[in-house]
């Protein structure tokens, strides 16, 4: 088993930033592909982002490509979701996702463990 705990959401004016955190523990972290992704009110779960367990291969959603960075730290057995250039439409409950894997995968259903989510509210 993998738990996964996000942090690092909040409030955020349009065209600033946050940074997510996502805690795993319970297994290694390491051979793990891991994935951000985003559900807002009413909407369907969206993909943002995802990287290998190197963090050396990574692919983003068109809708964040070139704001959001994906990235982790195996040694601190966390992933991190830095999210620059804030939109009112970034507004969501945001997941990280794991699967065993030496890949990267970006469908929702590829993924095993999942956190809780946590609140990103972009205000104008």
């Known amino acids: 088993q993998v738990q996964l705990v996000e942090s690092g959401g909040g409030l955020v004016q349009a065209g600033g930033s946050l940074r997510l955190s996502c805690a795993a523990s319970g297994r290694t972290f390491i051979r793990y592909a891991m994935a951000w992704f985003r559900q807002a009110p009413g909407k369907e779960r969206e993909f943002l982002a995802t990287?290998?367990?190197?963090?050396?291969?990574?692919f983003y959603a068109d809708s964040v490509k070139g704001r959001f960075s994906i990235s982790r730290d195996n040694a601190k057995n966390t992933l991190y979701l830095q999210m620059n250039s804030l939109k009112l439409e970034d507004t969501a409950v945001y997941y990280c996702?794991?699967?065993?894997?030496?890949?990267?995968?970006?469908?929702?259903?590829?993924?095993?463990?999942w956190g809780q989510g946590t609140q990103v509210t972009v205000s104008a």
């Open positions: 990287l290998d367990w190197r963090g050396s291969s990574t």
């Open positions: 996702a794991a699967r065993a894997g030496t890949g990267y995968y970006t469908g929702g259903s590829e993924y095993r463990y």
